[in-house]
């Protein structure tokens, strides 16, 4: 198996050239991406490829469930880095309907150190127990929970000091939520953005918002 990944690599690579010859020489200089991507970890979510971005052009952070918990000294440094290096204009949380982890979260089964990581899930799933319990179909209300985790990342990126800071000092930065469907390929945007201080207090201030 690992022969034929670097056969794949030999013929990427070759393939890139043939098209650009510069290609790689471009991406020896500093990457300029105008986007971080907060996704799962899924293999079957590639990020650059969902999009039709090269590499470089995407700053990309993945973990189980696509979380951005204040709490992870991993997300904070990509975000720190995304946000005040690379001075990225769009950070997107991507999560994907069928997300095995937003299952895990609430199925009851004990897993292990995975039970902790997924515990903010939990509490999505708490906060919006009555509107998730009005869906009789199981796949349905996974797919809905799977958009309040969403939001809910969403809120915690622009609350972060980082992207406040950003915004204070008059830095074009906005947060977008996105789902994507391993049905057809294609997102979901959920239409929460949030662009600025202003933006982050009203989403804080209505008490309808995940």
Known sequence: MLEDLKANNIAWSKGKTEVDPDFFKRLEGQQTPEYLWIGCSDSRVPANEIVGLDPGELFVHRNVANLAPPQDANYL????FAVDVLKVKHIMVVGHYG????AAAIDGKRRGLVDHWLHPIREVHAEHRHELEQIPEQ???LDRLTELNVARQVRNVAAD?????????????SVHGWVYSLHDGLVNDLNIGISSVEDYQRVVADTSCP
């Open 77 to 80: 440094s990509v975000l720190q």
């Open 99 to 102: 997300c095995g982890g937003v």
């Open 139 to 141: 796949r349905a209300m």
């Open 161 to 173: 000091v980082f992207v406040q800071d950003a915004w204070a000092r008059g830095q074009s930065l």
